[in-house]
């Protein structure tokens, strides 16, 4: 048995109401399927043999949404733990000024 990780990356329009609910029915079905959010539109989920990866395959076909784009890629465990997540932790005043009063949180 190979335990393996799909991704799944997407870009969906949302510019109209019927896109609106077409995204969010994806989303939610990824959610039920047991995929995880790594990012805005990047969700994962844990596979445990090509067999697995296969049916879910088919399962992301029939629950496309109405339009956009959605990516799909398998890795083997091994390689998805080899990612690495880069954060960029240098201190910049004039990123933190960007953040303006929207972003503060008062309690």
Known sequence: MR???MLVLFDLPTGSKKERKSYAEFRKFLIKDGYHM??????????LSR??????????????PIAGA???ITLTEKQYEGREVLVDSRPNVSRADDLGPQLTLTF
Do not use: C, G, P
Not at 51 to 64: E, F, I, M, P
């Open 38 to 47: 790594e990012q805005f539109s990047v969700y994962s989920r844990v596979l």
């Open 70 to 72: 959605v990516t799909v």
């Open 3 to 5: 335990i393996m990780r």
């Open 51 to 64: 067999d697995s990866a296969d049916a879910h395959l088919k399962r992301l076909k029939a629950n496309l």
